[in-house]
């Protein structure tokens, strides 16, 4: 049996709801509290200056209660082995998992979560490189990973920082909706849930539900694009 | 002596301005006409249905008086060898960049233009992919090309639909200016041409000048990125 606790945020921020994770407070706070969690690893490789970025994230958590250490001040295997839960930040994604790979931690993250249960949450890239591959990040490829694989913890692909149609738009560039089409012109290509900014994927095992304060819009290939509103249950795109 | 002639546009079509490439026609008729060309090659590739994008492309180019011919017709590396002018359309840069890589293109190309003087015109992806390479562009990575490496008819990178900061955003994602300027984070970036949609650059051996209807924004790395107008000479650039 698949046991597996994700929380993956589109964004780490929702305009109007304060600052960092602030949005997603709740939801976070319970995964971590529901497993008894003291500390999170933090993993900021999505970003270039770790200990910046360690300094931005710890202060939520420590508000919340939970002490946060980051991978890149300890042995990287080591903290993933010992990890209570981690916590993977946006930037991004194709540095993030350029580095998972080069550490040799997406095989390690994958078993811990997959087969030992130990609570991930991710936003933004951390959300991307959570799902299937990171075909649909919106990130630009300033480096170059070995593969887009990743850690595979969900079955498909994620769009985080999904954006509707804009209407009345004089830009000639794609639309979102254009480039998650694009992808699925390929024979091999994914289902994809673009998350907005403030949607969030929740899922327990086998079971997984849109939460947080706006939905997201699903895209399984052949069929109908469709909106996804929060509270609804997308278990199926697990099997 | 490097012999080259490029137009490269940011996109195909601008708000405003009618149909695929009209803004752009004088500067395209020209270069054709200058080196008294007859028939265009069209290069397809960053769009899966070869056959529509050809009915889309010709349009235009008959209207100006000119054949065009698509490579996926014909046996591709002849077609290189053959060819009085290239033209290579928009789409997805990374289906493009991959499938020049499979027919063995990007250094036939490469030889054609930088040492026979064959007229290179790009649009969006077809300009991404005529530059040192393809780390700055919009699209996803909806397929994996065995290198980010890229025709290198210029020594610098180019975002093509190049998109200001936009006032008064409730989104939280990054802007276009964040994203470059990450990619600039890294050891071994170029220089970033941003284009704004109805900017083109033209570039005439070793002088490269800004022509269009809009202009572009600068990223030199270390340095303050800079406006470039219309008319601008940026040839020192390509030094």
């Not at 250490?69 to 080591?78: E, G, L, N, V, Y």
């Not at 595979?152 to 985080?160: A, E, K, Y």
Request: hydrophobic content about 35%; charged content about 20%.
């Amino acid at each position: 049996m698949v046991k597996r606790q994700l929380l993956l945020l589109s964004s780490s921020r929702v305009h109007g709801y304060g600052g960092f994770l602030e949005y997603a407070s709740n939801d976070i706070c319970n995964i971590l509290t529901d497993n008894n969690v003291s500390t999170v690893l933090f993993i900021p490789y999505a970003k270039r200056n770790h200990e910046e970025y360690l300094r931005l994230a710890e202060k939520p958590f420590k508000k919340w209660g939970f002490h946060i250490a980051s991978i890149h001040t300890q042995d990287p295997q080591k903290a993933i082995q010992e990890a209570e839960a981690i916590f993977i930040g946006g930037g991004n994604t194709f540095r993030l998992l350029k580095t998972l790979y080069e550490l040799d931690l997406v095989k390690a993250i994958n078993k811990r979560v997959l087969e030992e249960g130990v609570p991930y949450i991710g936003s933004s890239a951390g959300s991307n490189v959570a799902t299937r591959s990171i075909h649909t990040t919106n990130d630009m490829p300033i480096v170059w990973p070995p593969s887009l694989s990743a850690l595979n913890l969900v079955p498909f692909c994620i769009n985080p920082h999904f954006q509707d149609n804009p209407e009345n738009s004089t830009h000639m560039g794609e639309t979102r909706e254009d480039r998650i089409l694009d992808y699925q012109e390929e024979p091999d290509s994914s289902t994809v849930l673009g998350l907005r900014e403030g949607a969030t994927l929740y899922v327990k095992d086998n079971q997984a539900v849109i939460k947080g304060i706006h939905g997201g819009r699903l895209y399984i290939r052949g069929a109908e694009p469709k909106e996804i509103k929060v509270g609804s249950d997308i278990s199926y795109l697990l099997q």
